[in-house]
C-alpha cells in the first residue's frame, strides 16, 4: 500500500471555548511557571510522533517470529502472511498519521524537534523525550476514540452515559428550557463525549482532565473536526490476540460519528478545564456552586476516594446531586509507590452518608470499557450506579 502524506492543517491555538480561560497549554505564561509540567507536556507531544517508531518495533517483533515458520506451515495457513505484514504497517501509518495530526500545532513550541524535513509518517524521527509507560497512554487513547467518538462506541455508550443522562435528565426535566443552565461538572471526562451529550441537553457542562493524552485529543476532536467520519483509525490493529477471523484486529473506526459544532448552538454551554480535580476544585470559589457532579468510570482513580468524596460534597449545592457509574478498580492499587486507599462500596456508601448526602437509587449495571466487539476477550465490570443528594 502507498506511503501515506502527512496532512498538515492550521491549527488555532489550543483552547475549548471562551468559559475556559484556565486551558491553555501555548500559553508561556501558565507553562514557566512549572517547568516539570512543560516537561511532561513535550515528553507527550514526542509520544505522539513517535507512534510510528514504537510500532515499527511491533511490526519488527511479528515479522521475525513468521519468519521462524518452516515453508510448509506458511504454505498450509489461511493467512497470507505477507499480506498481513502489509496491512499491519498499513493500519499503524494511518493512525500514526491521526496522532501526528492531533499534536501538528504544537510543533512551533519545541524547535529542537524539527519536522521542516518530514513528508511522510514514516520518515518521523525518534524523539528521545517520551517516557516508558507512555506508548500504552497512547494506545488506550485511541481505543478512547472509538468509545466516545464512534458508532460502534455507540453500545458502550448506552451502557454507562444514556443511564446517567436519563438520570439527570429526570431529576431536571426543565434543562432545555430554563433560562439559567444547571451546572454540572464531570471529572476525569476522558474524550469528552459525556460532556457534549449534556451540553446538547441543554446542562452547562464542565469537564475536568489531567491527562494531556485525553485534553489534546478531546480537543482535536471536538473543536477541530469538520464533518461525521472525517479521520479513520485502527485502533486494535497491534491486537493479534483472541481473533475469530483474521481481519478483525484491523477494524476500521471512522471518528466522530456525530460533529459537535454542528450540533451545539450559540446558547449551549460546554467547557472543559485542565487539572488535577480536586487541586482546580477543593477551593471556595466552587463551594456549592455546581447542582449536579457525574463521575463515570472516575472515583477509582483516587489515591484516596474519601478526598474525592470530601471535595464532592463541599462543591455541590444543598440538593445538588451526584450521580456515579463505575467499577472500584482502584487504579493505584498494587503501585507501592503510591498511596491506595481501597475500600469497599459498603464502607463507601457508610461514608458518603456520614458526610450528609442522601443515596436516592443504587443498582448494578453491567458494562464494558474500551471493548470492540471483535475482541473474543473483555471485561465486563458489575458497575455501581447511584444517585446521591446533598442534604
Ligand atoms: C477510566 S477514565 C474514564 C473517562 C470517562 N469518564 C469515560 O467514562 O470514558 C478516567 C479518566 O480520569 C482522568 N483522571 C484520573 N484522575 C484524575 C484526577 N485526579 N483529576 C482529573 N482527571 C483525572 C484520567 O486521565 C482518565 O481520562
Known sequence: MDQIEIEIKEMDALYFDKECASYHPSNNELLEKDIHEYQHFKNVI?????????????????????????????????????????????CIKKN?????????????????MDLSQVKFV????????????DISKLRITLKQFYR?????????????????????????????????????????????????????????AQGNEFSYFMLLSSHFIINLTQKKNQYELYPFANNFCNRLSENDQFELVQ????????????????????????????????????????????????????????????ILKPKGIWINFGPLEYH???????????????????????????????????????HSKLDQKYLMYNCIFFMAVKK
Open 255 to 314: 471518528i466522530p460519528d456525530i460533529v459537535p459544532a454542528e450540533v451545539l448552538t450559540e446558547n449551549d454551554q460546554m467547557s472543559f478545564v485542565a487539572g488535577e480535580f480536586i487541586t482546580v476544585y477543593h477551593q471556595e470559589k466552587y463551594f456549592n456552586f455546581w447542582d449536579s457532579i457525574i463521575t463515570c468510570f472516575f472515583i477509582d482513580t483516587a489515591n484516596n476516594i474519601l478526598d474525592y468524596i470530601d471535595t464532592i460534597y463541599e
Open 148 to 204: 466516545d467518538w464512534s458508532i460502534q462506541g455507540q453500545a458502550e455508550r448506552d451502557q454507562s452515559y444514556k443511564p446517567i443522562i436519563d438520570c439527570l435528565q429526570q431529576y431536571y426535566p426543565d434543562a432545555k428550557t430554563k433560562d439559567k443552565k444547571y451546572q454540572v461538572l464531570l471529572p476525569g471526562a476522558g474524550l469528552g463525549r459525556l460532556v457534549f451529550e449534556l451540553a446538547s441537553r441543554g446542562f452547562a
Open 96 to 112: 500514526a498519521n491521526f496522532c501526528f495530526l492531533i499534536v501538528a500545532a504544537y510543533v512551533d513550541m519545541f524547535p529542537e
Open 332 to 370: 493505584f492499587a498494587n503501585q507501592f509507590s503510591e498511596t491506595s486507599i481501597e475500600l469497599s462500596y459498603e464502607d463507601i456508601k457508610h461514608y458518603i452518608k456520614q458526610k450528609g448526602f442522601e443515596v436516592s437509587f443504587e443498582q448494578m449495571q453491567e458494562s464494558t470499557y474500551n
Open 46 to 90: 514526542a509520544c505522539f510522533y513517535n507512534y510510528m517508531n514504537d510500532m515499527k518495533v511491533e511490526l519488527q517483533r511479528i515479522k521475525t517470529h513468521f519468519e521462524t515458520l518452516n515453508p510448509d506451515q506458511r504454505n498450509n495457513l489461511l493467512m497470507n502472511y505477507q499480506e498481513r505484514i502489509k496491512k499491519l504497517d498499513y
Open 122 to 133: 514514516s520518515d518521523l524521527p525518534y524523539f528521545p523525550h517520551a517516557q516508558h509507560g
